[in-house]
């Protein structure tokens, strides 16, 4: 979604802050702008399309001066277009804003606006801010962004800028994320910290309503009311190295192959052999647990599917009945929600509207939430009764990957550990499991060492149109992980189906050469998802089998007979075989995706934050 950046300091901002919003592309966005003050006024300079556009303008006719703040949008309200982009100035020119979220009553500020004189421009619902906070102006900026932001419905990250007050930017958020650094050489806003990383580790974070005032020297942070609110600085631990491509050609590949290590980070400290897991919750208590009677797993694309395997393997260890959600429908269908039900809501940014607005929906009616998420300080994690983290680091492609690993190693953990408090699992099964687990990591390195078979299954297909995706049990929840990340980022239709289900619709499309895969994974379903394999070779289909390793070394598919091709995971708990069994689907798409010419990494359409509804 929209990036904000901000700095004001001893330094040029303009570098600074397309530095920054480059670091923030992967939010997705369609055009960036900045505002800088060069030492008498405010001069503005945005435009449609990427940041090099906006670098080659500034080259141009190029701006200077120590502070100012940037912006990338992501267009909600108003076509993409340099008029609608961001900063948006009041009338006067006296104003500044860069704006992530959504206001939503603009209508009738403007409306109020227009009748106080205010002229309009555009078409955003951003353009509302500036001319209010013109209109509360005199002479103290806080103030009027404080005024101004009492009178905004919807969600906000602000960064204001005021020709008549150059010496601090004011921040503001509501349901929007923002962070503050601070360094000796200035201080910063930005949407998120992998902006900042190269500047400072230093960052505070800002609360719902909470303002910033953002000096050369100095940063305050005020309640709504005016009062000052103390704030201790949070150390970011993330290299900035990790935030970069380390090498790789897509963060999307470097990512598929930092989940060895982000799997091994996110095991660590917790699955410990010969120790009791210990997740160190302070609301979701031993009683709470013991007294839990229904779960429910809501969340928004591939950490969805991430909670479909997770609903999965928590019946299986602690059978407690788990329903799972897609957030947009859980928050609309007023769920029934009882004592002693717990909501558990997975999110990798923290920040995915549908899912916060589940997470308050279930806290407003009784639950405890329980959040699995990978930014720290983030929204959900903020409003959750407790996290587990998943230590996964920045992810940047838009497409998840080693967000999902881990949210499946979050899910898993969170099972044993609820097994192990309620007796629902013995010793001897959840040691044995750990065991397992803590080998995740290199046979995953395993899998990906195999990467050039999935290049030449790659290269066979990616010239289809349709390839559907079988599965029964935990194959078919990660079936729909295998379809979605081919579909987002290669742009090929592809479906995922219940093997069992396909003789009800699906196979009415097989034809000669229509690709299927087949996941194989669960030993006590193979010979089902056989059957279903031969339904549809049958009928022509190009068949790609993934299956695990035979207990001999031999495959344990009949390649022969039932598939043109197998790629083979290596064995482990059947419990376990998805966090290694997406990685072989996350290359194949990737590869799909390269072979085809797509933006691997921002794929069209699609945002790597989802921060409106
Ligand atoms: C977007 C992203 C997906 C992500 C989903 C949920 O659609 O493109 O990769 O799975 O949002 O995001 P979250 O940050 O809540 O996991």
Same mark, same amino acid.
């Given at each position: 979604m929209c990036g904000i950046v901000g700095y004001i300091g001893?330094?040029?901002? *303009? *570098?600074? #802050? #397309? /530095?920054?919003l480059k670091r923030l592309e992967y939010r997705g966005y369609d055009s960036a702008g900045l505002t800088v003050y060069n030492g008498s006024d405010m001069e503005t300079v945005k435009c449609k399309g990427r940041i090099s556009a906006l670098e080659k303008k500034i080259d141009e006719r190029p701006v200077s001066g120590t502070v100012g703040i940037g912006h990338t949008r992501w267009? @909600?309200?108003?076509e993409p277009s340099d008029l609608n982009s961001h900063p948006h100035i009041s009338p006067s020119g006296r104003v500044s804003v860069v704006h992530n979220g959504i206001i939503e009553n603009y209508q009738r500020l403007k409306a109020y606006l227009q009748g106080k004189g205010y002229v309009f421009s555009t078409e955003t619902d951003t353009e509302v801010i500036p001319h209010l906070i013109d209109y509360y102006y005199d002479g103290n900026i806080f103030e009027a962004v404080a005024k101004a932001a009492s009178r905004m419905h919807g969600s906000y990250a602000l960064g204001v800028l005021a020709r008549d007050e150059p010496g601090r930017i004011v921040a503001v958020r509501k349901d929007s994320p923002l962070v503050i650094g601070e360094s000796a050489e200035g201080n910063f806003i930005a949407s998120d910290v992998s902006a900042l990383l190269p500047y400072t580790r230093s960052v505070y974070y800002l609360n719902d309503n909470e303002l910033a005032v953002i000096e050369k020297g100095a940063i305050s942070f005020k309640s709504a009311e005016g009062e000052t609110i103390k704030k201790e600085p949070s150390t970011i631990t993330w290299s900035v190295d990790a935030a970069e491509k380390g090498g790789f050609e897509h963060f999307m590949l470097k990512e598929i192959h930092e989940q060895p290590k982000a799997i091994r980070d996110t095991l660590a400290s917790r699955v410990i052999p010969g120790r009791a897991i210990d997740l160190g919750f302070d609301a979701v208590t031993e009683p709470y647990i013991k007294s839990l009677e229904k779960i429910f797993i809501v969340a928004c694309g591939t950490a969805y599917h991430a909670g479909v395997i997770g609903k999965n393997i928590i019946e299986k260890l602690t059978g407690i009945p788990v329903e799972t959600d897609i957030a947009s429908e859980f928050r609309y269908r007023d769920p029934i929600i009882k004592e002693n039900t717990l909501l558990i809501v997975i999110s990798q940014s923290g920040e995915t509207a549908d899912t916060l607005a589940a997470l308050r929906e279930a806290k407003g009616k009784g639950s405890k939430v329980l959040a699995i998420a990978n930014v720290v300080g983030s929204s959900i994690t903020? $409003? &959750? /009764? /407790?996290?587990?983290?998943?230590?996964?680091?920045p992810e940047i492609a838009v497409a998840s990957t080693k967000a999902y690993t881990t949210q499946l190693i979050g899910l898993i953990t969170i099972a044993m550990y609820f097994a192990q408090i309620r007796g629902a699992a013995n010793v001897e099964t959840i040691e044995a499991l750990k065991k397992e687990m803590l080998l995740l990591p290199k046979k995953a390195e $395993?899998? #990906?060492? $195999?990467k050039d078979t999935l290049q030449k299954f790659a290269s066979q297909t990616f010239n289809h149109h349709d390839m559907f995706y079988l599965g029964r049990g935990l194959d078919y929840a990660l079936a729909m992980e295998g379809a979605l990340k081919l579909k987002e980022i290669s742009y090929i239709h592809t479906e995922s189906y219940a093997g069992g289900e396909l003789k009800h619709g699906t196979i009415a499309l097989i034809e000669q050469g229509t690709v299927v895969? &087949?996941? @194989? @994974?669960?030993?006590?379903? =193979? $010979? =089902?998802?056989?059957?279903n394999i031969r339904e549809v070779t049958t009928r022509g289909a190009n068949v790609l089998g993934f299956t695990i390793k035979g207990k001999d070394g031999k495959s344990s598919l009949d390649v022969s007979n039932a598939v043109s091709a197998v790629f083979e995971i290596p064995r482990t708990d059947a419990c376990l075989v998805p966090v290694l069994a997406v990685i072989p689907l996350q290359l194949f798409a990737y590869y799909v995706a390269v072979l085809r010419g797509c933006d691997v990494d921002k794929p069209r359409n699609l945002a790597k934050s989802v921060t409106v509804e």
């Open positions: 001893i330094n040029q901002a *303009p *570098p600074i #802050l #397309l /530095d920054g267009a @909600t309200h108003g903020r $409003e &959750a /009764d /407790d996290v587990f983290y998943t230590w996964a680091g $395993e899998v #990906l060492s $195999e895969i &087949a996941l @194989t @994974t669960q030993e006590s379903l =193979k $010979e =089902k998802m056989i059957s």
